[in-house]
Nanobody, 123 residues
Framework: QVQLVESGGGLVQAGGSLRLSCAAS????????MGWFRQAPGKEREFVAC????????YDADSVKGRFTISRDNAKNTVYLQMNSLKPEDTAVYYC????????????????WGQGTQVTVSS
């Protein structure tokens, strides 16, 4: 089992920044690829960014390219999402997730999920 706990969400004005953190415990963090997803009211959960367990290879959704950056610190068992130039359409609950097999953008391939943290961007 891998337990994931997100933090860092909140209310921010458009154009502002937030940094989300996801602390992992349980199994060896460095064995897992990590992803960030988000879900807005009435919408399906969608991919935001992911990072491989080795070499830190990252993939970003087109909607966040150039604004969001995913990173990880295996020594601290933590994955981060730095969000800059936030827009009202970024408002959602943000989830981190872990997968063992292969780095992926597919929601249903992730095995472990956090409880989510709310991000609200006002216009």
């Amino acid at each position: 089992q891998v337990q994931l706990v997100e933090s860092g969400g909140g209310l921010v004005q458009a154009g502002g920044s937030l940094r989300l953190s996801c602390a992992a415990s349980g199994r060896t963090f460095s064995n897992y690829h990590m992803g960030w997803f988000r879900q807005a009211p009435g919408k399906e959960r969608e991919f935001v960014a992911c990072i491989s367990r080795s070499f830190g290879i990252t993939y970003d959704a087109d909607s966040v390219k150039g604004r969001f950056t995913i990173s990880r610190d295996n020594a601290k068992n933590t994955v981060y999402l730095q969000m800059n130039s936030l827009k009202p359409e970024d408002t959602a609950v943000y989830y981190c997730a872990a997968v063992y097999g292969g780095v992926t953008q597919r929601v249903n391939e992730y095995e472990y999920w956090g409880q989510g943290t709310q991000v609200t961007v006002s216009s």
